[in-house]
């Protein structure tokens, strides 16, 4: 009996206890998929793990080799405070940092600015000069870990900081490992963090690409990220399109200024979301891989393999989680983070059961740990590689979520490129016109969300949160004024002059910057170059 | 019978972050409401925000906070709004705001703050109860 057959004779007469079955993206789903949704070159289309268009896998073991990174991202209060949690969660088994800003850093303001009142190590830690990025990396060699750090407009100082640190510690820049978010296209899109315009933002992510490839062979300098597309209410195809679209403009920058491709396409990295429903999660995961490796062979020809794997980072949705019954996240977190493995990723964070309420207490961000180990050492999907692939299922959502997100990077094409369809706004209204018809959907309870629109209890007992401590914005605006004030001001000043003449010659940001930070120049001090030179970008504030 | 002048809601997101996926949710639901809505967008100061509402006469202002700045954010705006006259209008928000914080937020003259999972309908409705036209 075909497919076809059985849905008439057999599917038909039953009845269902749905009008529409879809995912979370709303896309439908068939009540069944089986070889007859799958083209006859399906076999070898799919390949097989650590071969072109991988995707099984960008590695031939996966993780049997080696298992993925646990890296649960923290920063909170001050550079000792984080440092605290750093120091704790390598304590217990994690292998790899990550570091989170607070919003005054992530924008380019020091912790003394009128801007930053109130938000000083809310969000993340606050770094404004040195004297912090050395702070939080204390009893940390640079050289045993890898560390990633989320930000993005500001990525260039901070990534000086942290090379200035690791000479300091005697670590030679060949030697650090890690990787930095710098994707400034998706700040435009969605999280909007951003400076100056899109053009001069771009041309800053390409001078890191281009002085990473030459001085820090090993450091990823932008984590090209669905992660923010997603969590602003995006589609799981428009998160896959949206983030291989600006992987390939990345990738025509920087050709455009001179580099060869496979000299800087091994170092791109991406970071996707993983949200809850699980069967759309593993497809994107599969499909991204093979859609960015066919466009790096076909579209940039490139040669070299390490340039056409799309080695990813993922996240459980913060979005996702409910602030009603916050243990029941913990469950969401599970399933999300078992999408991410058996799509393959290789570095993973699970997003702790209270962060709708606060930042993570170290309780919480324990569990959301072990949540992670237990999936790693007692659930057994890490002992066979892509244990999916081949179910028709799969592969045939593998094949649509491609499809579709091809059809969207061609409409991008058609703008004439990401830059052009930002401008446009063309992102980032069907971004806001998705999360619109889920709120809806929600609120019509047409989508469930458990405990917040059924199965809803009365009454409940607020876990215990994590509060940032209200003295550490005067401490920390204190600490930024003094390093101004004892620091050697005429050699802060000719630093920055230097950071200043390489912003509008167009030379290579990243050796004045590194002077700069050595000089003491703040985060602030060098926004406002920034600033200065390339303007300031508003929020076009469209609904 | 006089027609009912239609409502004037500034939607505004003070502060450094940039989540403005709720902030543009609510804004979009007050408007196929029937509300006349404002939205600022991102990255305001409290002073931008009080300005908009003298500028554009709206009758409340709904301020969307995830930062965890909001025990600075929402006095600071209250503060400027009763400078430029405005303390007449009615403030709601929204955000990643814990239980304990909502007394300090009421006692400052907040009228009401919505927590993670409040449907639109609820904010509607709210407003349809507790927002008169000025004037």
């Not at chain 1, 978010?181 to 390409?206: G, H, T, Y």
Request: charged content about 25%; proline content about 5%; overall charge negative.
């Amino acid at each position: 009996m075909t497919k076809r057959d059985w849905l008439e004779r057999r599917y038909r007469t039953e009845p269902e206890r749905r009008l529409r079955f879809s995912t979370v993206s709303d896309m439908e789903v068939e009540p069944l998929y089986t070889a007859d949704d799958l083209p006859a070159d399906t076999a070898e289309r799919v390949g097989l793990p650590g071969e072109f268009p991988y995707t099984r896998g960008v590695y031939p073991s996966m993780y049997r080799g080696r298992l993925w990174t646990m890296r649960q991202f923290a920063g909170f209060g001050t550079a000792e405070d984080t440092n605290g949690r750093f120091q704790f969660l390598l304590g217990e088994g994690q292998t790899g940092l990550s570091t989170a800003f607070d919003m005054p850093t992530l924008m380019g303001y020091d912790a003394d600015h009128p801007r930053a009142l109130g938000e000083v190590g809310r969000e993340g830690v606050a770094v404004s000069s040195l004297v912090d990025m050395r702070a939080l990396f204390d009893g940390i060699r640079l050289d045993r870990v890898t560390t990633s750090m989320t930000v993005n407009c500001t990525a260039s100082v901070l990534l000086a900081m942290y090379l200035a640190v690791a000479e300091e510690q005697g670590v030679p820049w060949t030697a650090v490992g890690g990787t930095i978010q710098n994707d400034m296209l998706k700040e435009f899109i969605a999280q909007k963090e951003w400076i100056c315009p899109p053009e001069p933002s771009l041309r800053i992510v390409v001078d890191m690409i281009e002085f990473c490839a030459r001085e820090v062979p090993r450091w990823h300098p932008v984590s090209i990220s669905g992660y923010h597309i997603r969590e602003a209410g995006s589609t799981a195809v428009q998160e896959l399109a949206f983030t291989i679209a600006d992987g390939i403009t990345y990738a025509d920058a920087a050709l455009k200024r001179g580099l060869a491709i496979d000299d800087f396409a091994p170092r791109l990295s991406f970071f996707f979301n993983l949200h809850n429903d699980f069967l759309e999660e593993v497809a994107k995961l599969r499909a991204a891989r093979r859609l960015w490796a066919t466009i790096m062979r076909d579209r940039f020809g490139a040669k070299d393999p390490r340039s056409l794997r799309l080695r990813t980072h993922a996240q459980t949705a913060g979005a996702s989680l409910t602030a009603q019954q916050p243990l029941n996240n913990i469950v969401r977190v599970t399933v999300q983070a078992l999408a991410g493995i058996l799509g393959g990723v290789q570095s993973l964070h699970t997003n702790s059961l209270d962060e709708t309420l606060a930042l993570p207490s170290e309780q919480a961000v324990m569990v959301a740990l072990r949540t992670q180990q237990v999936l790693a050492d007692e659930s057994g999907v890490a002992n066979v590689v892509d244990p999916l692939g081949g179910s028709w299922t799969i592969e045939a959502l593998t094949d649509r979520m491609e499809r579709e997100a091809r059809a969207y990077i061609e409409r991008i094409d058609a703008l004439g490129g990401m830059i052009r369809a930002i401008e446009a706004g063309y992102p980032q209204r069907e971004i806001a016109d998705a999360a619109y018809a889920y709120q809806q959907q929600v609120d019509r309870k047409e989508k469930v969300v458990v405990g917040v629109n059924r199965y809803q209890v009365p009454e409940e007992r607020p876990p215990e949160l994590l509060r940032v401590a209200p003295d550490v914005e005067v401490r920390q605006a204190d600490r930024v004024r003094r390093v101004k004030r004892e620091r050697d001001g005429a050699a802060a000043r000719a630093a920055l002059r230097r950071v200043r003449a390489a912003a509008e010659s167009g030379e290579n940001l990243m050796p004045p910057l590194v002077a700069a930070v050595k000089a003491l120049c703040t985060v602030g001090e060098i926004s406002d170059v920034y600033r200065e030179v390339f303007g300031q970008y508003r929020d076009p504030a469209w609904l | 019978m006089a027609v009912r002048p239609r409502l004037r809601i500034l939607i505004a997101k003070p502060g450094l972050d940039g989540h403005d996926r709720g902030a543009k949710i609510v804004a979009r639901a007050l408007r196929d409401a029937g509300f006349e809505v404002i939205y600022t967008g991102l990255h305001q100061t409290p002073a931008m925000v009080a300005e908009a509402a003298i500028q554009e006469d709206v009758d409340a202002v709904g301020l969307s906070i995830l930062s965890g700045a909001h025990l600075t954010l929402f006095p600071a705006v209250m503060e400027e709004l009763a400078r430029r006259g405005g303390g007449d209008k009615v403030v709601f928000g929204g955000g990643i705001v814990p239980d304990e914080d909502l007394p300090a937020l009421i006692s400052a003259g907040v009228a009401k703050v919505f927590t993670p999972g409040a449907s639109t309908q609820e904010i509607v409705d709210w407003i349809r109860a507790n927002v008169r036209p000025r004037g």
